[in-house]
């Protein structure tokens, strides 16, 4: 459900082998604006980039299967670019264990307004008040085709691609209301930390040109 019924849903079914079919075919079935692609498990990468290539909208949000929102999502990240004539628009968010039902807002977050761009790239390296999540914001879908940006084939893709987003918005707009979580449940890694931290550097490597052009 959502208050801005204005907008479309494009489900990727990215080679699921449960029962994410019949569960999409039925939201199909019953709303128009849901859309499905299937295809063989390429990632999430190449999910995204399939959605990017049918999108029609003015803007764009990503979700994952572990992301959710409240109902008025769409409409409040919608209504605060409108306000601000800007190009991306971001909101506060929960943290939520999922075996638990704890609820916790993300305690470090940027005062509601509008920015630069510039300046909100500055506080974006840091990653604190703002992280290279792609779930909690609203994105003009023009930043996308304009620039040519598409997500790379690698972990940490999101930071290659926020990066970019930001460095070639005009503004960003920031509400107050916390409208959407991020699900936090047990996770095993088999990789070392010493290959995910190379992986991160490899991903800010990856957007180092936003910077270049910045101090030139």
Known sequence: DASENRYEVILVDDGS?????QIISEFTAKDSRFSVISQPNMGVSAARNRALEVARGEFIAFLDGDDFVRKDFLEVLYRTAQRYDAD???CNYN???DQSGFRLPYPLHMRPGVYSSQRLLQVLIRDFCIQNYLWDKLF???L???HNIRFPDMCFEDIVVCTQLFYFARRAAV???CICARCLQAITCNRSVRAIRKTALRAY???RHCFTHEQA
């Open 17 to 21: 082998t449960d029962n994410c079919a």
């Open 88 to 90: 991306i628009a971001l």
């Open 95 to 97: 943290l939520y264990w």
């Open 140 to 142: 003009r879908r023009s």
């Open 144 to 146: 996308f085709v304009e």
């Open 175 to 177: 509400t107050r209301f």
């Open 205 to 207: 490597g990856g957007s």
